[in-house]
């Protein structure tokens, strides 16, 4: 019976040190892993930019978006009225807002495919989990910015 005891205490030990590691490792790379994304989060891949002048559809290269690999996306520019928006100047940003720390890479926009579509290259996600990607939009149209959340 002594026995048993004793075992069970250093099991319990032993997973008590093995949480302490977890949570240190977490803390090194940033990441509070045990923290889930919000339920109501909306990840349509078509949105309106927050001021309402753009409508934008995002195109990963494959239908999942994959996990630590450098990728490009297209990125779908039209106005609120349904005009593709070919001439502008995109800015991309993101990251992932429950760990703090933003894109592992710079994605730029580097070329217009004409039809309202823009190459998006230099995507990546170094980790599964809620990210969220914007594009800052300027054109002829005006100054607007969109947010798309993902599930990586
Ligand atoms: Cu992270």
Known sequence: MLAIQTSRQTSRRRSIIGIGAAAAVAMLTGCMLLAGPPRDLDYSRTRSSAGGLYRATIRPQSDSIPQGRLHSWTLHLETAAGVPVDSATVAVDGGMPQHGHGLPTKPRVT????????????????????????????SAAGSDSLVFNLRV
């Open 111 to 138: 070329r217009t495919l004409g039809r309202g579509d823009h190459l998006v290259e230099g995507m990546k996600f170094n980790m599964g989990g809620w990210w969220v990607v914007k594009f800052r939009v300027r």
